[in-house]
């Protein structure tokens, strides 16, 4: 690979609400390439610390860039092209999360790898959560799951939970809402119970949009099948990432959705808890 200028950009964010545009677009097409055939390098929105919402504990959070996914309710938009994010050698962000080891240890926190995708880095983000690991850091990977398919049953060995994303049961609904199928999800979710990886379920609950009980409890039917589900966030959508998509000039059609009441939201985790799952 070609060396690379470093960003002078911080690796570190105060949150991943901060834009962050084109911090790798000066990287060669080549090295992309092999950045992502190999994993040895990533493309990195930020890092962020202090997480309590992103896995068990504590977390330190990076963030990736890129998505396949285009949800019509995205905090992150920034985090959708690839070259918006800071190229990261495997071997600096392992150096990074070193810095951290032993306050997790001591918040029973951990590592989370979210995005973005990050299965759109499948080998660095193996690389990284394996990584993680061996230095006795819990390492969860955030994933839409869409690319579950990327991983060989071996390579789940390089997490230990994962925090997938359901957008939606109904597949006119799921691609309306995200541009993608859900099946591929689904089959991830399938593949994760066969090996017992204890999933987390993330659902975002937004008005006029994933509020409908018989599409949720649809959600709730497959998830209390599949037996490897310890918990069930559901996530009231909000505007957060308004400014994001308003900077990047992207067509919103969300800004006059308002955030879901507290008896929607409580509704959607009795329709969880119903199935048998624990809702927060
Ligand atoms: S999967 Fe996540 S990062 Fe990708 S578009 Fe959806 S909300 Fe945004």
Not at 52 to 64: K, L, Q
Not at 105 to 117: C, H, N, V, Y
Not at 222 to 248: C, I, M, S, T
Not at 249 to 268: F, H, Q
């Amino acid at each position: 690979m070609a060396a690379t200028e470093p960003s002078k950009t911080p690796l570190e964010a105060k949150s991943p609400y901060e834009l962050r545009v084109n911090l790798g677009k000066d990287v060669p097409e080549s090295d992309v390439r092999t950045a992502l055939s190999t994993g040895e390098m990533g493309f990195l929105h930020s890092f962020t610390t202090g997480s309590a919402v992103d896995g068990p504990g504590i977390r330190v959070v990076a963030w990736t860039t890129g998505c396949m996914y285009r949800c019509l309710y995205c905090h992150n938009p920034d985090t959708w092209t690839m070259s918006n994010g800071i190229p990261v050698s495997i071997g600096h962000a392992l150096e990074q999360l070193n810095r951290y080891k032993h306050g997790l240890k001591i918040m029973a926190g951990g590592f989370t790898l979210s995005g973005g995708e990050p299965l759109m880095q499948h080998r660095f983000a193996v690389k990284l959560l394996s990584g993680a690991r061996k230095l006795g850091i819990h390492a969860a990977l955030d994933s839409n799951g869409y690319y579950g398919d990327k991983l060989s049953d071996e390579e789940f060995d390089a997490f230990d939970l994962v925090l997938l994303d359901i957008k939606a049961w109904d597949p006119a609904l799921h691609k309306r809402l995200t541009g993608m199928d859900p099946e591929p999800t689904l089959a991830f979710a399938r593949r994760l119970a066969a090996r017992r990886k204890p999933i987390w379920l993330r659902y975002v609950l937004v008005p006029g949009l994933t509020d409908d009980p018989g599409d949720i409890t649809k959600i709730a039917e497959f998830a209390a099948g599949l037996g490897n589900v310890e918990r069930v966030d559901v996530l009231p959508f909000h505007q957060l990432g308004l400014h994001k998509w308003e900077k990047l000039k992207i067509d919103y059609t969300l800004a006059g959705t308002r955030p879901p009441s507290a008896e929607v939201v409580e509704r959607t985790c009795a329709i969880y808890r119903d199935k048998g799952l624990k809702a927060y």
